[in-house]
């Protein structure tokens, strides 16, 4: 009989799958409040959203962890925006950037 016991410890470090925007179609023109929505993969537990006023996102005005799959902005009249994703999963891990978007608000 032995004293000690084996034990098996599993180790998830599998980056997941970005969730994907969806809604206003990229490149859109689209009036205040702006109805953000996206795609969520199915081993997200939680979405950061980004949206900056710049296409390489050195100005993010906005950064927002959520578990929804949707999210309500209200920018300033005439201005573009882009936005984009990265999706964290239950243990922690954190996908690469989604595809951006664009939108004008109106």
């Known amino acids: 009989v032995s004293l000690f016991a ?13 969730s994907e925007p969806s809604l ?8 205040n409040p702006v109805d953000l929505s996206w795609n969520q993969v199915s081993d997200a537990f939680n979405d950061s959203l980004f949206i900056a ?10 950064k927002k962890l959520t578990d929804k799959s949707n999210y309500s902005f209200t920018g300033s009249s005439g201005n573009s925006y882009f936005w984009r994703l990265k999706t964290s999963d239950q243990a922690g891990n954190w996908s690469s950037y989604s595809q951006t978007f664009k939108f004008k608000v109106k």
């Not at 084996?6 to 970005?18: G, K, L, M, S």
């Not at 206003?24 to 009036?31: I, S």
Request: proline share 6%; aromatic share 6%.
């Open 6 to 18: 084996t034990r098996n410890i599993t180790v998830d470090f599998t980056q997941p799958q970005a």
């Open 24 to 31: 206003p179609a990229d490149n859109a023109a689209v009036a």
């Open 53 to 62: 006023t710049d296409s390489l996102f050195v100005n993010v005005i906005q």
